[in-house]
């Protein structure tokens, strides 16, 4: 019913920034909110950011202030700067509809290393 495909994940130097995509297709009018979620080796999968159909936003305390996600459509992107090497992590896309239906991407690596 809704596909979610990512992009945008590599290897970024401490410092450095990028972008991450992930572009909804399918019943895309039944989803409410989309997001982030990351999971680290060894870690739990944790909370990022997501953003809702209207436009409220909610970040991880972690990623605030460096991280902005934004929304075109059914594309929502997630913009990383400062990265930190703690950031290295698989980063899932969510899609949540109005049925309380969940749905995610298949993850893309990010890493921050020197």
């Known amino acids: 019913q809704v596909q979610l495909v990512e992009s945008g994940g590599g290897l970024v130097q401490p410092g450095g920034s990028l972008r991450l995509s992930c572009a909804a297709s399918?019943?895309?009018?039944?989803?409410?909110?989309m997001g982030w979620y990351r999971q680290a080796p060894g870690k739990q999968r944790e909370f990022v950011v997501d953003?809702?159909?209207?436009?409220s936003t909610t970040y991880a305390d972690s990623v605030k202030g460096r991280f902005t996600i934004s929304r075109d459509k059914m594309t929502v992107y997630l913009q990383m700067n400062s990265l930190k090497p703690e950031d290295t992590a698989v980063y899932y896309c969510?899609?949540?509809?109005?049925?309380?239906?969940?749905?995610w991407g298949q993850g893309t690596q990010v890493t921050v290393s020197s």
């Open positions: 969510n899609a949540v509809t109005f049925g309380r239906e969940e749905y």
């Open positions: 399918g019943i895309t009018f039944r989803i409410n909110s």
């Open positions: 953003i809702t159909r209207g436009g």
